[in-house]
């Protein structure tokens, strides 16, 4: 069973950056895809950043040029940096990974909370 584990979130207030981390029970040099997630309550659940394997990134619009996701595949980790964070950046975020056999796993998640 594939276990993933974020860690980094936090408060913090517009304009702010956090660091969020997403550790991998299994090696990730070898997957389909990695990504981040948000969700809001009340909200479906909206795809922040991917990694899709052969390079290709892909930001939510509303992050282009706040948010930059990497991988680090010595220590099965995926990251993402969040710089000037905006409330409306405020969610639970999700961690998610794809295998070559397309299946999904989920982290638990981490909240993130923008808020002067």
């Known amino acids: 069973q594939v276990q993933l584990v974020e860690s980094g979130g936090g408060s913090v207030q517009p304009g702010g950056s956090l660091r969020l981390s997403c550790a991998a029970s299994i090696s990730i040099a070898r997957i389909y895809a990695m990504a981040w997630y948000r969700q809001v309550p009340g909200k479906q659940r909206e795809l922040v950043a991917n990694i899709i394997t052969g390079g290709l990134i892909n930001y939510l619009d509303s992050v282009k040029g706040r948010f930059t996701i990497s991988k680090d595949n010595a220590k099965n980790t995926l990251y993402l940096q969040m710089n000037n964070l905006t409330p409306e950046d405020t969610a639970v975020y999700y961690c998610?990974?794809?295998?070559?056999?397309?299946?999904?796993?989920w982290g638990q998640g981490t909240q993130v909370t923008v808020s002067s």
């Open positions: 998610n990974l794809e295998n070559l056999l397309r299946q999904n796993y």
